[in-house]
């Protein structure tokens, strides 16, 4: 806003300033009977009608997901804090991602610190202890000092919330592109287990029950924090809807805040400020009192605070709820009704105590230093009402009005016209199989590829993350799935995180449907049954059709994805208005996935384990090279399209190799996605034998270009290795699941004999050579006008050196 | 019957899940010291466990010092009972004097959470009496606040009286781990320290978490000689009846 800017000669009304609309008004009050709202019952309709609680206009979208049964194990779906999947022995795990995209661009560190508590309350409030965490990050351009501040913060947040609350954080993603520039994505996941007899339920049930709220007091932290912050974009040039960006001032300099009209003209932050020490006594509090059989309900505070936890937890059970004002803890005096109502301070539990329950529950609570307090009870009556110092009544909103029977938009859904991106000026409009410099040798493409900020070793990030607390961690991060084992069995969890924003912003099907082939491949290549879907749905502005027409597509592929792979969408998140002035992110549906490995002994892992192995492709490379890593780095626009995904052969081939690991007969697998095959090869070789290394000697049959075969990343294709003796029955496997499979190479020896062998006897410097061959690969490559020449030859040491070093450089980090 | 080796719990610990499973991984029976309790329960041994004691949002461990807990274990340690501080529980034992020296930011100025490699000094205390032979231990470390730290004078001495316990090494050729430019020594350790005892050497405590790996699966086993020399020490103490049997003055 500029100076010269004339001031708002006439005030909004308050429902507008509080980012309700004229219709959504109307709507109010057909729920309330025809009446008004006074201002404290609009305030909580205007969180609790957010876009961040209400999924306003994604729930008809959500309703087409195929959700699972009995049948997959689920045992707890969509609508709870998380979903909850049986894994046999008595034993459920608990899991789901969310985003807190727009706190964590306002204010990094507490933004993402709070996303990592609000995804472990929604695990721990189901009856489970957290055992892992994933987070997906995404900025924008690397070399910008905002995306520097962002990067630094974010992984600051959520390093020291992890670390602190001693949940090890064993993997996820982060990756750079354009569109995020000025709006990141912080997705966080949890996973937790549970004995199946204690899921606990987020409602309310009998009358005349308890409601007690325990955990830290209640502040004028995140008035309107994560619903308000959500449910607008960051172009929006409208204060009113977006009061909470403006951050600098710390205290309210008005006339103490003294009701929604003067809070929201007020600069107050309201990114809510996260306590993992208290989030950890928290967990021990909470399973304590599941586990002793103390509550009959238990919901988490996150977005909408009290309200939200009062409405969804009544109007699960089909209850009501009667709460005192004055009994809530509060951390500040003269706090208003309303700042109570909906304040977002973290770190708090509401928990329905039948009353000869709740000496034992209060013990329980002052054994861990924890706050609680009675606060209200159970009503028969539908609505929660709020009541204040004289038992005047000051709100009452029937529960599901809130909730169940929150409005409901009807966006409008319209195709861009043009779904390609223009060029940006400067960049070669030609399509082609085309390298940054023409007659540039693949090694040196593949060595550019692996040094890149989005496929180089996360290392100097990762290791800011506890990632081995509770001595489970199989596998950290770093190496493609996390995977940790579950103590006193033989059983583990295998979890990975993906989403494909590069397609998904030429093709927003094909973007999440090729989210969920590669997170589910990632599960699957350690032998791991995938057992269900958690997603957290980044997109734009849903009022702009084009925005709400990449979420239709976005879900629609989400669905025939998990449908065409048997797989179960327990639940998940949805983060909408994620613009800013610089234009939309690229759709980016985040897709987390839980799998089940029986037996931990037989986990396979990419890395080659041992010379002498063989090689083996699984699956064949298909055209298209449009949003790769390489056509980004050769700066190509996107002219040839993505590569397709065929949903049947991707179920294949998870089966394949599920089957073979299951049998034995697998020494390594890996998928191939970011930066392709040579990428792909580049990864075996260096994760084998504990980092240590390992080269190999590949002839790669080429069928029409060398940067495809190469650098493309159709999906639905494997790189394994396999001892000789199990090579023609993993061929015989392939075909029996209609797979193409071919013997491609060999692991530990380094095949031309020219070049790099260390002088004086010396054993020769572990490398990785590919020979290309074929009919799209003849000498005459340079002829046809191909850029990529006939062989790829990288020493372990220069691609090692590449990884470790990629990502520091990019962000400007020292590197030790 | 088996040992009991008490695991404190301060609000806010976290890695006393490790402790637990590594004491029982080593045939001990792992008893819960609450923070608030008065007693060590008649233990033979105390394990003072990793995680983030009442926040630690002053310093690591120095309220935890104030403790009922620590104050039974500052009685306990005196009679010579055996206490081993692990990562935290260093940080705690340092603030409560029962160990020298200090544990400082790390050098890097970030948390290090990664597999590292440690070698003991000595195989003759009972903290390493049942690791057979001095050889790189990979485990964790997870830690923002781990370079040990004193002056030169009382480096010299801990050196002279055999109080280094162990030292961060190279994980393949098992040499002393440099100073802070070398990724060997996590967090800039003075002269690679990564574990101490105090003089009596019945108090021992080192950043690095053993207790983690104690598991092929989980990576490493190479901690479980720690835990085990532990258990197994506090064990012939209790046998005996008496002080603790290894003095390690040299």
């Given at each position: 806003m500029t100076i010269a800017e004339p001031p708002t000669a006439v005030e909004e009304p308050l429902h507008r300033r509080l980012g309700v609309t004229d219709d959504e008004l109307e709507a109010i009050r057909d729920r309330l009977g025809g009446r008004d709202p006074n201002e404290l019952e609009l305030a909580m309709f205007s969180v609790m009608w957010s876009e961040h609680c209400s999924y306003k206009s994604s729930r008809p979208l959500l309703r087409t997901l195929p959700t699972g049964s009995e049948a997959d194990g689920v045992v707890a779906g969509p609508g709870e804090n998380a979903g909850v999947i049986s894994i046999g022995d008595g034993l459920a795990v608990a899991f789901k991602i969310e985003s807190h995209n727009h706190p964590s661009a306002v204010e990094p560190t507490q933004g993402a610190a709070t996303g990592v508590g609000g995804i472990l309350r929604d695990i721990f409030t189901m009856g489970a202890r957290p055992i892992a965490v994933l987070d997906a990050l995404r900025f924008g351009d690397p070399a910008d000092a905002r995306t520097r501040h962002l990067v630094d913060g974010v992984v600051k947040g959520v390093g020291g919330y992890g670390n602190c609350v001693g949940v090890p954080t064993i993997g996820g993603e982060l990756v750079f592109d354009p569109s995020y520039q000025g709006n990141p994505l912080v997705n966080v996941m949890a996973i937790g287990l549970l004995e199946e007899a204690d899921l606990t339920r987020a409602a309310a049930p009998g009358v005349g029950n308890l409601v007690v709220l325990f955990g830290s007091t209640t502040g004028?932290?995140?008035?309107?924090?994560a619903s308000v912050l959500a449910s607008a974009t960051f172009a929006d040039a409208d204060p009113a809807k977006r009061p909470s960006v403006q951050v600098g001032e710390t205290s309210d300099r008005g006339p103490a805040g003294a009701s929604p009209r003067s809070s929201v003209s007020s600069k107050r932050p309201s990114v809510q400020v996260g306590d993992p020490f208290n989030e950890k006594l928290l967990i021990e509090a909470s399973l304590e009192l599941i586990r002793g059989g103390l509550v009959a309900g238990l919901q988490d505070l996150g977005a909408g605070g009290i309200t939200c936890a009062t409405s969804e937890t009544a109007d699960r059970a089909g209850t009501g709820m009667r709460i005192e004002l004055a009994a809530i803890p509060r951390r500040e005096p003269a706090m208003e009704p309303f700042e109570v109502m909906i304040s977002e301070s973290q770190e708090r539990m509401l928990a329905i105590v039948e009353p000869d329950r709740w000496e034992a529950v209060r013990a329980v609570c002052e054994r861990w230093g924890l706050p609680v307090a009675v606060i209200g009870r159970v009503t028969g009556d539908g609505d929660v009402t709020i009541v204040g110092d004289e038992g005047t009544e000051l709100a009452r909103i029937p529960a599901s009005a809130l909730t169940s029977d929150a409005i409901v938009h009807d966006r409008v859904a319209a195709p861009p016209v043009r779904r390609r991106a223009a060029p940006a000026p400067g960049v070669p409009d030609v399509a082609s199989d085309g390298l940054p410099e023409r007659g540039m040798d693949p090694g040196a493409v593949l060595v550019a590829l692996l040094g890149s900020a989005n496929l180089a070793s996360r290392r100097a990030i990762f290791e800011q993350y506890d990632s081995t607390v509770q001595a489970n961690t199989v596998e950290g991060p770093g190496h493609g799935a996390a995977v940790v084992r579950i103590k006193g069995t033989t059983m583990a969890l295998v979890a990975s995180t993906d989403a494909n924003q590069a397609v998904g912003a030429l093709d927003p099907w094909l973007g999440a449907a090729l989210s969920v082939a590669e997170a589910t491949r990632n599960v699957a290549i350690t032998g791991a049954r995938p057992l269900g879907v958690t997603n957290c749905l980044n997109y734009g502005d849903p009022t702009r059709p084009e925005a709400f027409w990449q979420l239709t597509e976005g879900v629609r592929g989400l669905a025939d994805a998990c449908r065409a792979l048997g797989l179960p969408v327990t639940g998940g998140n949805v983060s909408l208005y994620n613009e800013s002035s610089s234009g939309a992110i690229a759709p980016t549906p985040e897709i987390g996935v839980v799998g089940l490995l029986e037996d931990v002994s037989t986990l396979v892992r990419?890395?080659?384990?041992?010379?002498?192995d063989r090689i083996l492709l699984v699956g064949e490379a298909t055209p298209g090279l449009a949003g790769s890593a390489y056509a980004e780095l050769a700066g190509l626009a996107a002219e040839d399209g993505p590569p397709s995904l065929d949903l049947e052969r991707e179920r294949a081939i998870q089966a394949f190799v599920r089957e073979a690991a299951v049998r034995g007969m697998l020494a390594s697998a890996q998928d191939v996605s970011g930066g392709g095959l040579a990428v792909s090869l580049a990864e075996c070789c260096l994760w084998a034998d504990r980092d240590r290394g390992l080269g190999a000697f590949v002839r790669l049959p080429v069928a029409s270009s060398p940067a495809v075969d190469l650098f493309g990343e159709s999906p639905s294709r494997l790189v394994v290795s396999a001892a000789p003796r199990h090579v023609p029955a993993l061929v015989l496997l392939a075909r029996q699941h209609g797979l193409p499979i071919e013997e491609i190479g060999e692991v530990g020896i380094t095949g031309l004999g020219t070049g790099t062998e260390a002088e004086d006897g010396d054993a020769p410097l572990p490398r990785l050579v590919v020979e290309l061959h074929g009919s799209g690969a003849t000498g005459a490559a340079e002829d046809r006008g191909s850029r990529v020449a006939d062989a790829l030859i990288v020493g372990l040491d220069e691609l090692r050196h590449a990884s470790e070093t990629g990502l520091s450089r990019a962000l400007g980090w020292e590197t030790r | 019957m088996t040992v009991r080796i008490g695991v404190v719990v301060f609000p806010g610990s976290n890695r006393d899940i490790d402790a637990v499973n590594a004491l029982e991984v080593a045939g001990a029976e792992p008893v819960v010291l609450w923070h608030e309790d008065v007693s060590l329960d008649g233990v033979a041994g105390v394990l003072v466990p990793g995680g983030f004691a009442y926040g630690d949002y002053l310093r690591a461990g120095v309220i935890a010092r104030f403790s009922p807990i620590v104050r039974a274990l500052v009685g306990f340690a005196a009679d010579g009972g055996l206490v081993l501080g692990i990562c935290n529980g260093f940080q705690v034992l340092t603030e409560a004097h029962l160990l020298p020296g200090a544990l400082l930011r790390n050098r890097g100025l970030r948390f290090v959470s990664r597999e590292i490699a440690i070698a003991p000094e000595r195989l003759d205390t009972p903290f390493t009496s049942a690791i057979p032979e001095r050889r790189p231990l990979r485990m964790p470390v997870a830690h923002g606040e781990g370079a040990y730290f004193a002056d030169d004078a009382t480096l010299d001495a801990l050196e002279a009286n055999g109080q280094v316990l162990f030292r961060y090494v190279d994980p393949l050729t098992g040499e002393r781990a440099g100073g802070e430019d070398d990724r060997a020594n996590p967090n800039g350790s003075l002269r690679a320290i990564a574990g101490v005892t105090n003089a009596a050497g019945n108090v021992a405590g080192l950043m690095p978490h053993p207790e983690t790996a104690v598991e092929a699966v989980l990576g490493s086993d190479d901690g479980l000689g720690i835990v085990a020399s532990f258990v197994a020490s506090a064990a012939a103490r209790e046998r005996a009846g008496g002080p603790a049997l290894v003095t390690t003055t040299r």
């Amino acid at each position: 806003m500029t100076i010269a800017e004339p001031p708002t000669a006439v005030e909004e009304p308050l429902h507008r300033r509080l980012g309700v609309t004229d219709d959504e008004l109307e709507a109010i009050r057909d729920r309330l009977g025809g009446r008004d709202p006074n201002e404290l019952e609009l305030a909580m309709f205007s969180v609790m009608w957010s876009e961040h609680c209400s999924y306003k206009s994604s729930r008809p979208l959500l309703r087409t997901l195929p959700t699972g049964s009995e049948a997959d194990g689920v045992v707890a779906g969509p609508g709870e804090n998380a979903g909850v999947i049986s894994i046999g022995d008595g034993l459920a795990v608990a899991f789901k991602i969310e985003s807190h995209n727009h706190p964590s661009a306002v204010e990094p560190t507490q933004g993402a610190a709070t996303g990592v508590g609000g995804i472990l309350r929604d695990i721990f409030t189901m009856g489970a202890r957290p055992i892992a965490v994933l987070d997906a990050l995404r900025f924008g351009d690397p070399a910008d000092a905002r995306t520097r501040h962002l990067v630094d913060g974010v992984v600051k947040g959520v390093g020291g919330y992890g670390n602190c609350v001693g949940v090890p954080t064993i993997g996820g993603e982060l990756v750079f592109d354009p569109s995020y520039q000025g709006n990141p994505l912080v997705n966080v996941m949890a996973i937790g287990l549970l004995e199946e007899a204690d899921l606990t339920r987020a409602a309310a049930p009998g009358v005349g029950n308890l409601v007690v709220l325990f955990g830290s007091t209640t502040g004028r932290d995140g008035i309107g924090g994560a619903s308000v912050l959500a449910s607008a974009t960051f172009a929006d040039a409208d204060p009113a809807k977006r009061p909470s960006v403006q951050v600098g001032e710390t205290s309210d300099r008005g006339p103490a805040g003294a009701s929604p009209r003067s809070s929201v003209s007020s600069k107050r932050p309201s990114v809510q400020v996260g306590d993992p020490f208290n989030e950890k006594l928290l967990i021990e509090a909470s399973l304590e009192l599941i586990r002793g059989g103390l509550v009959a309900g238990l919901q988490d505070l996150g977005a909408g605070g009290i309200t939200c936890a009062t409405s969804e937890t009544a109007d699960r059970a089909g209850t009501g709820m009667r709460i005192e004002l004055a009994a809530i803890p509060r951390r500040e005096p003269a706090m208003e009704p309303f700042e109570v109502m909906i304040s977002e301070s973290q770190e708090r539990m509401l928990a329905i105590v039948e009353p000869d329950r709740w000496e034992a529950v209060r013990a329980v609570c002052e054994r861990w230093g924890l706050p609680v307090a009675v606060i209200g009870r159970v009503t028969g009556d539908g609505d929660v009402t709020i009541v204040g110092d004289e038992g005047t009544e000051l709100a009452r909103i029937p529960a599901s009005a809130l909730t169940s029977d929150a409005i409901v938009h009807d966006r409008v859904a319209a195709p861009p016209v043009r779904r390609r991106a223009a060029p940006a000026p400067g960049v070669p409009d030609v399509a082609s199989d085309g390298l940054p410099e023409r007659g540039m040798d693949p090694g040196a493409v593949l060595v550019a590829l692996l040094g890149s900020a989005n496929l180089a070793s996360r290392r100097a990030i990762f290791e800011q993350y506890d990632s081995t607390v509770q001595a489970n961690t199989v596998e950290g991060p770093g190496h493609g799935a996390a995977v940790v084992r579950i103590k006193g069995t033989t059983m583990a969890l295998v979890a990975s995180t993906d989403a494909n924003q590069a397609v998904g912003a030429l093709d927003p099907w094909l973007g999440a449907a090729l989210s969920v082939a590669e997170a589910t491949r990632n599960v699957a290549i350690t032998g791991a049954r995938p057992l269900g879907v958690t997603n957290c749905l980044n997109y734009g502005d849903p009022t702009r059709p084009e925005a709400f027409w990449q979420l239709t597509e976005g879900v629609r592929g989400l669905a025939d994805a998990c449908r065409a792979l048997g797989l179960p969408v327990t639940g998940g998140n949805v983060s909408l208005y994620n613009e800013s002035s610089s234009g939309a992110i690229a759709p980016t549906p985040e897709i987390g996935v839980v799998g089940l490995l029986e037996d931990v002994s037989t986990l396979v892992r990419p890395g080659w384990r041992g010379a002498g192995d063989r090689i083996l492709l699984v699956g064949e490379a298909t055209p298209g090279l449009a949003g790769s890593a390489y056509a980004e780095l050769a700066g190509l626009a996107a002219e040839d399209g993505p590569p397709s995904l065929d949903l049947e052969r991707e179920r294949a081939i998870q089966a394949f190799v599920r089957e073979a690991a299951v049998r034995g007969m697998l020494a390594s697998a890996q998928d191939v996605s970011g930066g392709g095959l040579a990428v792909s090869l580049a990864e075996c070789c260096l994760w084998a034998d504990r980092d240590r290394g390992l080269g190999a000697f590949v002839r790669l049959p080429v069928a029409s270009s060398p940067a495809v075969d190469l650098f493309g990343e159709s999906p639905s294709r494997l790189v394994v290795s396999a001892a000789p003796r199990h090579v023609p029955a993993l061929v015989l496997l392939a075909r029996q699941h209609g797979l193409p499979i071919e013997e491609i190479g060999e692991v530990g020896i380094t095949g031309l004999g020219t070049g790099t062998e260390a002088e004086d006897g010396d054993a020769p410097l572990p490398r990785l050579v590919v020979e290309l061959h074929g009919s799209g690969a003849t000498g005459a490559a340079e002829d046809r006008g191909s850029r990529v020449a006939d062989a790829l030859i990288v020493g372990l040491d220069e691609l090692r050196h590449a990884s470790e070093t990629g990502l520091s450089r990019a962000l400007g980090w020292e590197t030790r | 019957m088996t040992v009991r080796i008490g695991v404190v719990v301060f609000p806010g610990s976290n890695r006393d899940i490790d402790a637990v499973n590594a004491l029982e991984v080593a045939g001990a029976e792992p008893v819960v010291l609450w923070h608030e309790d008065v007693s060590l329960d008649g233990v033979a041994g105390v394990l003072v466990p990793g995680g983030f004691a009442y926040g630690d949002y002053l310093r690591a461990g120095v309220i935890a010092r104030f403790s009922p807990i620590v104050r039974a274990l500052v009685g306990f340690a005196a009679d010579g009972g055996l206490v081993l501080g692990i990562c935290n529980g260093f940080q705690v034992l340092t603030e409560a004097h029962l160990l020298p020296g200090a544990l400082l930011r790390n050098r890097g100025l970030r948390f290090v959470s990664r597999e590292i490699a440690i070698a003991p000094e000595r195989l003759d205390t009972p903290f390493t009496s049942a690791i057979p032979e001095r050889r790189p231990l990979r485990m964790p470390v997870a830690h923002g606040e781990g370079a040990y730290f004193a002056d030169d004078a009382t480096l010299d001495a801990l050196e002279a009286n055999g109080q280094v316990l162990f030292r961060y090494v190279d994980p393949l050729t098992g040499e002393r781990a440099g100073g802070e430019d070398d990724r060997a020594n996590p967090n800039g350790s003075l002269r690679a320290i990564a574990g101490v005892t105090n003089a009596a050497g019945n108090v021992a405590g080192l950043m690095p978490h053993p207790e983690t790996a104690v598991e092929a699966v989980l990576g490493s086993d190479d901690g479980l000689g720690i835990v085990a020399s532990f258990v197994a020490s506090a064990a012939a103490r209790e046998r005996a009846g008496g002080p603790a049997l290894v003095t390690t003055t040299r």
